[in-house]
């Protein structure tokens, strides 16, 4: 049976707390199977864990580093996807049926990734990769 997700990829905006749902995300990603925070969660917090979003490259360690929320969402499909199926992008106006789980990684340039899973309404976990990775893994 499926364990359906969404991911939406949220920036940091003064103001709105992460265990709340923004009013604006991005892009959003639609996952079919896995959605729950063992499987996926711990996927996007081992992805995530370290990383962080500048604005501009400069030389840098540019394996753990994203150019913007761009970038970010960009790789982060590329992370997911392997194939036809499974993952989509969608419209983050759209909202997608049958939803188990809804995550949202916020960042923004210089500032930690931090990671959101709601359950329904309901926000059951708020933090940074690796505070998932302890609580899930």
Known sequence: MATRAKIHIAR???GVSFSEIPSKVIVSIY???????????V???????????TNGLGGRDDYNLFNGMGCLA???IAELKDGPGNVYIEDPECPHSWIDYEYYIWGDDAKDIWISIFDGSECIF??????LLDKYS
């Not at 996927?43 to 979003?53: I, M, N, T, W």
């Open 126 to 131: 708020v933090g940074r990769p690796l505070q």
């Open 74 to 76: 960009a790789s982060l």
């Open 43 to 53: 996927q996007l917090a081992e992805y995530f864990d370290g990383k962080v979003v």
């Open 31 to 41: 996952s079919h199977w896995d959605g729950y925070p063992e499987g996926l969660g």
């Open 12 to 14: 940091r905006e003064e």
